[in-house]
């Protein structure tokens, strides 16, 4: 089976502005019924230009834009998002997105601010972007929405122009110095590059709290923790998820938990990683909803493929190489990580017997779509937790400007 990247293509019926200016006249509507929408991938019409493609009346409630994504999904498009925006009477900017099966409704703060020209064309350009590097639909829509909703904010107070509506600022990340003080709502890829992952038996070993463990590997240049306690009590686990979420989120660094959804949504964790015989990622999803940060353990293309469908936003896979930390796991081998990586549409993080020996010949494979390393004993089974995490992430720095130098 092959899955490689395929052309996707995204269609914006441009009719009606945000300001209602009508930009395309009744013309246009057979084609965009009888051409494009059959064609597309997914479609983002506002509630006027949802309304005009089927017409009908004003769409005014949550439950009338569900409706119209479900007859504009009938008219052949993969997805359909209608986006809310001018909903009357919202809080919230609500956005209905529909994959043919399911809804999401997407929801963001509505920014109070005349610079909104523009907003729907960046947000159609930026899941084209997102769906051109790789990513899935609902993930897509998920990071342009939270894109314009971030530039909206970063602009709100900018005065270009003089008419009603102002242009909003759409490089404002790279004003913004890199400096992450928050942790940004969702996931980037980029968080995978050093995963520290925990372990109750290890910190048990070297007498350290499950906070102690979790600063000293952010002090060290962690950029996502998970906390894998496998023996712990629920109501201890809570505790110190909650404790690690408050530690995280003042880092900037998102905060998972392994296999237990439930403790994911008590302490309101970033997401859950799975693994294959765990809580289906799907039901994940579904339980998180559309903003967490889901993960699943994949050893074959098969497995990938199945995360990529179930809307997971990595893969973790390994053992890259063997290991004592988790027993009877079978160890895929560097070939193994190439082979699921190449044929992945997610992000992958890699895991099993990694450490700061070996943890630049996996990072030099350059396979497309590998993000990081997930280490567990290489940190945590150490008597300096904070020593062993800065090795690792000066290997990691060394070997990603050696393949940036290569493939430059
Ligand atoms: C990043 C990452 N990748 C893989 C795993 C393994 O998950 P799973 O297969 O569910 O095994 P357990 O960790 O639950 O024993 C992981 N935890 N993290
Ligand atoms: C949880 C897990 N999943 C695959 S290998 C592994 C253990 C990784 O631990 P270590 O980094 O100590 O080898
Ligand atoms: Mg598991």
Sequence with gaps: MNFQFEAALVVDPVMVSTSGDVLAGPSILAEFREELLPMADIITPNLKEASALLGCQQLKTVSDMRSAAKLLHEMGPRYVIVKGGDLPDSLDAVDVFFDGQDFYELRSSRIKTRNTHGTGCSLASCIAAELAKGSSMLPAVKVAKRYVETALDYSKDIAIGNGTQGPFDHIFRLKSNGQKSHRQVGFNPSDLFLYAVTDSGMNEKWGRSITDAVKAAIEGGATIVQLREKDAE??????????????????????????????????????????????????????????????????????????????????????????????????????????VCKASKLPVVAIGGINASNAGSVMETAVQNL????????????????????????????????????TH
């Design 234 to 339: 629920t109501h201890k686990f809570l505790e110190a998820a909650k404790a690690c979420c408050e530690i995280c989120h003042s880092h900037g660094i998102p905060l998972l938990i392994n296999d237990r959804i439930d403790i994911a949504l008590a302490c309101d964790a970033d997401g859950v990683h799975v693994g294959q015989s765990d809580m289906p990622a799907s039901v994940a999803r579904t339980l998180l909803g559309p903003e967490k940060i889901i993960g699943v353990s994949c050893k074959t293309i098969e497995q990938a493929h199945q995360a990529w469908i179930d809307g997971a936003d990595y893969i973790g896979c390994g053992g890259v190489y063997p290991t004592n930390t988790k027993a009877n796991n079978l160890t895929v081998g560097l070939e193994g990580l190439k082979t």
């Design 371 to 406: 993000k990081g390393v997930a280490v567990v004993s290489a940190l945590f089974d150490r008597e300096c937790i904070l020593t062993e995490t800065r090795k690792l992430h000066a290997v990691l720095k060394t070997a990603a400007s050696m393949t940036l130098q290569r």
